[in-house]
């Protein structure tokens, strides 16, 4: 086996244990001695691509990957991939249909079809941002974050208000969140406005959830029997084929 194979093989090994591994775990992990792990994942260290913990001495990848899978996914254009699905969607339910992202601690809107019917207030727009926890969107871009990326965007466990049902019970919050994980889907029952209510699911690449796609309008038109018979599996049938899109534009 080549160096170079030897290494690919030390990525990805990493990648699957994100709390870091020593030199003997890689070392036996892999049936490679010592030395020859040690001088990888040296390389690997000098240039960024590992760090490791100067007290547990493990290894483990370092941002430089997030920073590259960010600039491929960025190399086209996640709108236009998408824009056929949004359209798809609004001409079905004749409501405001969303994209977002999380950038920054974030969520963020790239694209928005659809204005809101008379006499509802949304005030999102494309280069939008809020904090996410109010909203089906954000919920959903959170689902799968561990608990330190959480506490990250919210250091002191304080969640605004921002509707009369936004939840602000840190542990509440979080409980919300395993079961949007577990659905695959989540709700905004006038969490963010008054009157508003939205249906959101998660668009992923190589598994990890990108972005969530919405859907947002009127209690009086969202209702929940129309939520659990028509917008649920239409908002989660349409992530999964822009998720498959995303698979093929990368490959």
């Not at 990888?40 to 483990?60: N, S």
């Not at 941002?63 to 899978?69: E, G, N, R, T």
């Not at 919405?214 to 908002?235: A, E, N, W, Y």
């Amino acid at each position: 086996m080549g160096t170079v194979d030897k290494g690919i093989e030390l990525i990805e090994l990493l990648s699957e244990h994100s709390k870091g591994l020593t030199l003997k775990e890689m070392s036996s992990m892999l049936g490679l001695n010592k030395s020859t792990v040690h001088r990888i994942a040296k390389t690997y260290l000098t240039h960024g691509y590992v760090a490791q913990d100067p007290d547990l001495r493990k290894y483990c990848l370092s941002m430089k990957f997030l920073s590259i899978s960010s600039k491929i996914l960025g190399s086209f254009d996640l709108r236009e991939v998408a824009k056929k699905d949004l359209v798809e969607i609004h001409e079905k339910t004749r409501e405001v249909t969303q994209l977002y992202v999380l950038r920054d601690r974030k969520q963020v809107c790239i694209d928005k079809i659809g204005l809101p019917r008379q006499g509802l207030a949304i005030s999102s727009f494309v280069g939008w941002t809020t904090e996410p926890h109010a909203s089906a969107a954000g919920k959903v871009l959170l689902s799968e974050l561990d608990l330190e990326e959480i506490l990250a965007i919210y250091p002191n466990k304080g969640l605004k208000v921002y509707g009369k049902n936004t939840i602000t019970n840190f542990d509440e919050f979080l409980k919300e969140l395993k079961c949007v994980r577990a659905q695959g889907y989540a709700i905004d029952d006038e969490e963010y406005y008054e009157g508003v209510r939205c249906v959101a699911a998660p668009i992923r690449a190589n598994g990890k959830i990108v972005a969530s796609v919405s859907v947002t309008g009127s209690i009086f038109r969202i209702t929940t029997k129309r939520i659990d018979q028509h917008l649920i599996p239409l908002i989660k049938g349409t992530a999964d084929k822009i998720s498959k899109k995303l698979i093929d534009v990368t490959l």
